[in-house]
T-cell receptor
């Protein structure tokens, strides 16, 4: 099915560990995004990529890095996980004004 | 600064009744878009409806309609004939272009709707 695929769906990390969240879209969209969702705060933009080869910081980029590997894939990396990064992470791609979201990754940092 | 405000953290509605979820926004840009998303308990984000700032008519998509009042800067979502499957979190969002070539998209904090049988 066409859409945005995120892996993994769930992850538990220890403080200081690193990991990469994977995202791929097969809709040929140019723009891709990483959001985090926290209770009472809606979705906040971490990083985005307007096109292949470009990335830009969003609202809450600290503690994260991203890679736009190709047009399909946009990964989010936590180099040294902290408990404050416990959240639900969503990848999205853009067509015109709307976003198509992945199913989310629930990350817990202990 | 641009902002989206959803003042209702939670709401209840009886099945088959209509419900309005409030959303107000703040922007100085003349061109912007307003969106509603649904997030069921399974966690995915589902696009529901879109309203452009220059659209003359209120957007409708099936049982969803967007009550757009530009002067009041409100973009309320109306769900008619509520169904049990409408129980979910609902997010209002806004897109805008503060400078040429940049593109911003912000979300409200959400309203949790519970439909009662």
């Amino acid at each position: 099915n066409a859409g945005v695929t995120q892996t993994p769906k769930f992850q538990v990390l220890k403080t200081g560990q690193s990991m990469t969240l994977q995202c791929a879209q097969d809709m040929n969209h140019n723009s891709m995004y990483w959001y985090r969702q926290d209770p009472g705060m809606g979705l906040r933009l971490i990083y985005y990529s307007a096109s292949e080869g470009t990335t830009d910081k969003g609202e809450v980029p600290n503690g994260y890095n991203v890679s736009r590997l190709n047009k399909r894939e946009f990964s989010l990396r936590l180099e040294s996980a902290a408990p404050s990064q416990t959240s639900v992470y969503f990848c999205a791609s853009r067509k015109w004004d709307t976003r198509t979201f992945g199913s989310g990754t629930r990350l817990t940092v202990v | 600064a641009q902002k989206i405000t959803q003042t209702q953290p939670g709401m209840f509605v009886q099945e088959k009744e209509a419900v309005t979820l409030d959303c107000t926004y703040d922007t100085s840009d003349p061109s912007y878009g307003l969106f509603w998303y649904k997030q069921p308990s399974s966690g995915e984000m589902i696009f529901l409806i879109y309203q452009g700032s220059y659209d003359q008519q209120n957007a409708t998509e099936g049982r969803y309609s967007l009550n757009f009042q530009k002067a009041r800067k409100s973009a309320n979502l109306v769900i008619s004939a509520s169904q049990l499957g409408d129980s979910a979190m609902y997010f209002c969002a806004m897109s805008y272009e503060p400078t040429s070539g940049t593109y911003k998209y912000i979300f409200g904090t959400g309203t949790r709707l519970k439909v009662l049988a």
